[in-house]
């Protein structure tokens, strides 16, 4: 199984306390990688690890040549909104060359500094490496915490089978189906791990940090209905 929801793996197979030697070594890491993803839904996406996202910044909607004859909007951008916590910038292009000349500020508003604006449109058929395009590579996400860490151990043994306080036997099967199947069955598990965090000290912690009111909803990230842009994943 591969991470779903999280961005990446809390743990790695060294860090589990519980007996998995009967377990294949990509039966752990399907484990673990699901464990991840429950903690990431059941905080309402505050735990889930370092993400790396690349997009395409551009004003409007349509593909755009900023020419005279346009009829699309072209109108320069003067700040980006980054997701977050903690953004930190992996690269930017513009019409395909290396672009230094910025910073964030406010945590996460990306402005140039050299008296510019950011292109307002762009080619989205072209790759980044042609002219007239502009990406931004970067990357956001907190570390995980070792109370996040533990609260993933304590799921992936109480998936095993071998900890006392679990009557679930065998690997959840999710490897290998569609995924409308994976998010099914991902929801299922999240459920399954909430009845049973009474005996998950661990994830009772995380969640009294994360989530004391219960589990948190999912946020939808739309930056274009408060700025007028939008960010094309790639």
């Known amino acids: 199984m591969a991470l779903q ?24 890491n399907d484990y673990i990688d ?3 993803d429950i903690l990431t839904v059941i ?8 993400c790396t996202d690349t997009v395409r910044p ?20 003067e700040g980006i909104t980054l997701r977050g916590p903690d ?10 060359d290396a672009f230094t000349d910025f910073l ?38 907190l570390p995980i915490s070792k109370l996040a860490r533990d609260a993933c151990a304590e799921i992936v043994c109480s998936f095993n089978g071998n900890d006392p306080q679990s009557n679930r036997k065998g690997h959840p099967g999710v490897r290998g189906m569609t995924i409308a199947g994976v998010q099914i069955s991902l929801e299922q598990q999240v459920m ?14 995380l969640l009294t940090v994360y989530a004391p009111d219960g589990p948190n909803p999912a946020v ?3 930056p274009e209905l408060e700025d007028g842009w939008k960010l094309h994943r790639v």
């Open 5 to 28: 929801v999280a961005c990446e793996a809390f743990i790695v197979a060294d860090d589990l306390t519980c007996n998995c030697e009967p377990l294949d070594p990509s039966d752990i």
């Open 34 to 36: 699901e464990a991840s």
């Open 43 to 50: 905080t309402g996406g505050q735990v889930s690890g370092s």
């Open 58 to 77: 551009r004003n409007g909607t349509r593909v755009c040549g900023c020419t005279l004859i346009t009829n699309c909007s072209c109108n320069s951008i």
């Open 87 to 96: 953004p930190t910038i992996t690269g930017i292009l513009i019409d395909g």
């Open 104 to 141: 964030i500020l406010d945590g996460n508003q990306l402005i140039r500094t050299d008296g510019q604006s950011w292109p307002g449109c762009q080619d989205l058929t072209l790759a980044s490496t042609e002219e007239r395009t502009f990406e931004v590579i970067y990357t956001y996400g």
């Open 192 to 205: 399954e791990i909430e009845k049973k965090a009474f005996l998950m000290p661990s994830v009772i912690r």
């Open 220 to 222: 939808v990230y739309s």
